[in-house]
């Protein structure tokens, strides 16, 4: 038995992330992206915009295929995206999902 | 030196479970029971590599053996087998099957050694599965390849925090008073791991204090002394001690407070707006295991290769989980961690890609 890397079953949610603010933690609008290099393009991007969206590496220390990961946790149920949670890929994405 | 792989040969009842670790940082996760403590002491205990002196396993476990791989081609094999001394067949049969160098690291050896508990009393089943409570001796197998560099002589490769455990520093050397009332009514699990933490701490600032006194009376120009390895060593170790300061005191912004020295010259926190220092049995469970967990990492960076930690985030703030790995993973950028964690609020901040789900071992 293999166990590898994989996003954990926490419930990761907007409820999650709007249970922060009880705690006066507010995480805003957190948006997972694939690796710290896509966080200085997406924080630069949102900031065009006039977005204030925090743009959130999967995995600090590199290696992880953030891509694949992300992937099968939304596909898996192990994160919903929402409001306040949001995933980008590709450009094409992430204009419908802050659309909505 | 990172630990790149573990694998573990009969743990319940599993043939093979095999732990990769990819990144410096590791989370182990899963539902309540699914072994991430029991994962964490077999680490610990593989890594353990005291030379005569053999210490309790903290796993509980027994009849398993894991074989920890580090990046650098480095091995280490430990198996944990029960000792009975009234047995002392076993013993010699155990004995006699590591000087032919016959393997423990496999799951029909393992299986095989097994019946010989069970043979020689029959009605007596000693198995992880029926342990009882009963106090399990140990049997210690271990097995480092030539690669394996032996800097840690006498030192575990790994520094183990479970909150819930005792603690495995060796408090019985301190100086700590056991006999104030504090201890008989007021004590929590936090206390003794705590107190340890303020000796060892003014220990080594006043040892470092006295570097600094002999530097200025060896009667050099301040320039000679810059130059000096002692006087750099000096200020490596003070810059890191004050970055470590400076970091908690971050954490304690909210509350007014930060991090000072009471009449002991130890470790406590005051109010920011206040001369006097709060007594550091009035600090909170959290407060204490806040500075613990910053200070371990401080102390003992240089003597482990590993921090396992299990479940750090007990009695913290979501605040103050949201940045603590990754403080903690900075004071100490050479060294690995892996920590078994409920919290979403630990990971949240850069860590999402670096668990594993050990629900399903």
Same mark, same amino acid.
């Given at each position: 038995m293999n166990i590898t890397e994989s996003i954990p079953?926490?419930?990761?949610s907007t409820e999650l992330n709007e249970a922060h603010e009880a705690f006066e933690q507010s995480l805003g609008i957190i948006t997972y992206v694939e /690796?710290?290099?896509?966080v200085r393009f997406w924080t630069k991007e949102f900031k065009k915009l006039n977005l204030e969206i925090t743009a959130q590496e999967? =995995?600090?220390? /590199?290696?992880?295929?953030g891509k694949g990961t992300i992937l099968s946790a939304i596909k898996e149920g192990r994160i919903a995206l929402g409001k306040k949670l949001l995933f980008v890929l590709i450009v094409i994405t992430i204009t419908c999902l802050i659309k909505t | 030196m990172h630990l790149s792989q573990i694998e573990i040969i009969?743990?319940?009842?599993?043939e093979k479970i095999t732990l990769s670790f990819k990144n410096r940082v590791t989370f182990l996760t899963g539902i309540? /029971?699914?072994g991430k403590s029991t994962l964490l002491n077999i680490i610990y205990d593989t890594l353990d590599i005291h030379g005569k002196k053999v210490l309790p396993a903290?796993?509980?476990?027994?009849f398993w053996s894991a074989e920890a791989q580090f990046e650098n081609n480095a091995t280490i094999q430990t198996a944990i087998l029960p000792e009975i001394s009234e047995q002392k067949s076993i013993t010699e049969e155990i004995s006699r099957l590591h000087q032919q160098k016959? =393997?423990?690291?496999n799951f029909e050896s393992l299986k095989e050694i097994e019946k010989f508990y069970q043979k020689d009393e029959e009605n007596k089943e000693i198995h992880h599965i029926n342990y009882s409570g009963d106090i399990k001796g140990q049997l210690k197998i271990q097995t480092l390849n030539p690669?394996?560099?032996?800097?840690? =002589?006498?030192?575990?490769?790994a520094f183990l925090f479970q909150e819930?455990?005792?603690?495995?520093?060796?408090?019985?050397?301190?100086?700590?008073?056991?006999?104030?009332?504090y201890w008989q009514l007021y004590r929590n699990s936090i206390d003794n791991r705590f107190a340890y933490l303020r000796n060892i701490i003014q220990i080594l600032e006043s040892q470092n204090n006295t570097i600094a006194k002999d530097l200025m009376l060896e009667n050099q120009d301040m320039e000679s002394i810059k130059e000096s390895d002692k006087y750099k060593d000096w200020q490596n170790k003070a810059t890191a001690f004050n970055h470590a300061i400076t970091r908690l005191n971050t954490y304690f912004l909210n509350s007014g407070k930060e991090i000072s020295r009471d009449h002991e010259n130890k470790l406590t926190l005051k109010f920011i707006d206040k001369e006097e220092e709060i007594s550091?049995?009035?600090?909170s469970r959290g407060e204490k295991t806040l500075i613990y967990l910053f200070f371990v990492v401080f102390l003992y960076k240089d003597k482990v290769e590993v921090f396992l930690f299990d479940?750090?985030?007990? =009695?913290?703030h979501v605040k103050w989980q949201h940045n603590l790995i990754k403080d903690l993973s900075e004071l100490a950028p050479d060294n690995q961690f892996i920590i078994a964690t409920h919290s979403p609020s630990l990971v949240q901040n850069g860590w999402l890609g670096n668990c594993l789900d050990v629900s399903n071992a």
């Open positions: 079953d926490f419930g990761f /690796g710290y290099e896509d999967i =995995s600090a220390t /590199g290696s992880a295929n | 009969n743990l319940w009842d599993k309540n /029971g699914s903290t796993s509980k476990n027994r016959i =393997s423990f690291h690669q394996f560099e032996r800097k840690h =002589s006498n030192n575990p490769l819930d455990r005792e603690t495995l520093h060796n408090i019985e050397k301190s100086n700590i008073d056991f006999s104030l009332n550091w049995h009035l600090l479940e750090p985030e007990i =009695s913290l």
